[in-house]
C-alpha cells in the first residue's frame, strides 16, 4: 500500500499553494506532518502541522531561523547561508518534502541525529552523508524521486513542489 508514500504527493500540493501564495516554509520535518488514516474507507487524512517559517519572499531572508529546523531536515544551501542572505528558491522546499520521502522509504532519518552534535548533522548534511537508499530494486521510481528531491545541487532537484506532486501522482495515481 502506496499510502503513506502517496501523503508526501499531497503535502506536496499544500507546499506549493504555499508557495503560490508567495509564501515559503523551509522548515519540512516528519514532525510537521501528520498522517491518520480514517476506518473507513482506509485513506490517510494529512494535515501540516507547522507552517514552518511561512514567510514572504521579499523577508525571508530576515525572518529564516537556522535553529528552527531540526538540522536533519535543513536544506544544505541554508546550511551555510550568513542572515540576510537567504535565497528564496522552490527547489529548498522540494528538499525538505524529499529528505522526509526518503525517510518514509528507508525506513529512518536520512541523516541519524541521535547522540551527534548539531554540527556533526549539518555536515553529514552538507556533504550528501545519508544513509544508503535500500529501496532501489522494490520501489526504483519512488526512490528515484526521492534522490532527486534530496539532491545536494538544487538546480538537480525537481523545479517545485508541484512537480514533486505530479511525479508522485504518476506513480501512486490519485489518492483520495
Do not use: W
Not at 134 to 142: L, T
Amino acid at each position: 500500500d502506496g499510502s503513506y508514500f502517496a501523503s508526501i504527493g499531497i503535502v506536496a500540493v499544500t507546499i506549493n499553494y504555499l508557495n503560490a501564495q508567495g509564501r515559503y516554509h523551509f522548515g519540512l520535518s516528519p514532525d510537521s506532518i501528520l498522517v491518520h488514516f480514517d476506518e473507513k474507507p482506509s485513506v490517510p487524512r494529512i494535515l501540516l502541522f507547522d507552517l514552518g517559517m511561512a514567510s514572504e519572499k521579499q523577508h525571508l531572508a530576515l525572518e529564516f531561523y537556522p535553529f528552527a529546523v531540526p538540522p536533519a531536515y535543513m536544506a544544505p544551501e541554508l546550511v551555510e547561508a550568513q542572515p540576510g542572505q537567504i535565497l528564496p528558491d522552490y527547489r529548498t522546499e522540494v528538499y525538505g518534502l524529499g529528505i522526509v520521502f526518503y525517510e518514509l522509504l528507508v525506513g529512518q532519518p536520512a541523516f541519524p541525529f541521535k547522540l551527534r552534535s548539531d554540527n556533526e548533522v549539518l555536515q553529514a548534511v552538507t556533504h550528501g552523508k545519508a544513509v544508503p537508499m535500500n529501496r532501489i530494486e522494490d520501489v526504483r521510481s519512488s526512490a528515484q524521486i526521492a534522490l532527486q528531491a534530496c539532491n545536494l545541487d538544487p538546480t538537480d532537484r525537481q523545479k517545485s513542489a508541484y512537480d514533486l506532486a505530479q511525479q508522485l501522482r504518476s506513480v501512486f495515481r490519485d489518492v483520495p
